[in-house]
């Protein structure tokens, strides 16, 4: 597909200017918009029913008691939760994916999210942990398998081949291990785990929400800072050193960055599939603009799991599903379109 884009440029009195890419501005706020609607409509659904107006009154403080205790202790801490998953998510892929000029680069072909499962299963299986403890432990879990693959894949720097084959190992190991970790797990801890290895929005409360905000609120505008750096990687290391990137500074970074992001998303919500695969492509393809789009991406991941989430205890009556079967069964079904659009393009 073509990639199309209208930008302008914005001088302040200052002397800074700016480039905008119109179309990316425009997907951006549509997709901002889309994001919270779909939270208030997920916050007023349920057994106890709220109208949007009704939801509205009680997130500005003006709600009764008893709208005030469903809206902002029992489903906001759980909206935000999958909104700051999904955000950290979509910027971990497009992180990925831009640092190895790779479409497959995302966190769960690397084997970070399986990294981040084996640290939760030690801690769930070995030591019988609690849910903190299992939180810690995702967490160590997926900056270890970061550390792990980055260095396996040093050779005079990191490029992007051979970090997307050395995550496909990683991911086989870690995924052989946590095959090992499950079958040495009694009945009750094998339960807890696999339900946790499904990614889940259920039970999350504003202990998940504080931790998982104050990260991104540091790494997001870091990222941000080190976008032009991105962009010019996407052009290949030479170009980018003439043209006075530190490349490797920049490289490190921004995947220390996405591998943050992602593990702490896996430690809050379990190993939601497909997510960072998926939310940077659509954004891509939406925005028609070359380049990482890391701020659509961000966008499109929030929105990707605030409608799963939706869809997970709405769409099939009675029956409640994990937030990660629904992103699963969705990105597959994406991943299969695309193989086979970008066969029939002749592209692969």
């Known amino acids: 597909m073509k990639t199309r884009s209208v930008n302008r440029a914005v001088r302040t009195p200052g002397g800074l200017s700016l480039r905008l890419d119109l179309r990316a501005l425009l997907v951006v706020v549509l997709l901002l918009a889309a994001v919270c609607a779909a939270g208030v409509a997920l916050i007023g659904t349920g057994d106890a029913k709220i109208p949007a107006a009704d939801v509205l009154r009680a997130l500005a403080g003006h709600g009764n008691a008893y709208q005030d205790f469903i809206v902002n202790e029992l489903r906001l801490p759980r909206v935000l939760v999958g909104l700051l998953v999904g955000a950290a998510l979509g910027l971990g892929g497009a992180l990925f994916q831009s640092v190895s000029r790779n479409p497959l680069g995302s966190p769960d072909v690397l084997g970070l999210s399986q990294g981040s499962t084996a640290g939760a299963l030690v801690v769930i299986v070995l030591l019988s942990g609690s849910t903190t403890q299992v939180t810690v432990g995702a967490l160590i879990g997926g900056l270890v398998t970061g550390l792990a693959i980055y260095l396996l894949a040093w050779k005079q720097g990191v490029h992007g081949y051979r970090l997307v084959l050395v995550g496909i190992g990683v991911s086989a190991i870690a995924t052989a291990v946590n095959g090992y970790l499950l ?33 991104c609120a540091v790494l997001v505008p870091l990222v941000l800072v080190n976008a ?19 490349v490797q500074r920049v490289r490190l970074v921004l995947m220390v960055c996405a591998v943050l992001l992602t593990a702490a998303a896996t430690a809050a919500a379990g190993p939601v599939s497909f997510v960072a695969l998926t939310a940077p492509q659509l954004a891509r393809r939406l925005t028609r603009s070359p380049g990482p789009n890391l701020v659509p991406s961000l966008c499109m991941g929030a929105a990707l799991l605030v409608a799963a989430d ?16 629904v992103t699963g069964v969705l990105g597959g079904g994406y991943l299969l379109w695309l193989l086979v659009t970008e066969r029939r393009a002749g592209r692969i």
């Open 228 to 246: 032009r750096g991105l962009r010019m990687l996407e052009m290949g290391d030479d170009v980018a050193n003439a043209l006075g990137v530190r």
């Open 183 to 215: 079958t040495k797990a009694d009945l009750v801890d094998a339960a807890r785990a696999v339900v946790w290895m499904t990614g889940s929005l259920n039970g999350r409360d504003w202990d998940q929400v504080w931790p998982l905000l104050a990260l």
């Open 310 to 325: 939706w869809a997970s205890q709405r769409a099939f009556g009675a029956d409640q599903l994990p937030v990660g079967v």
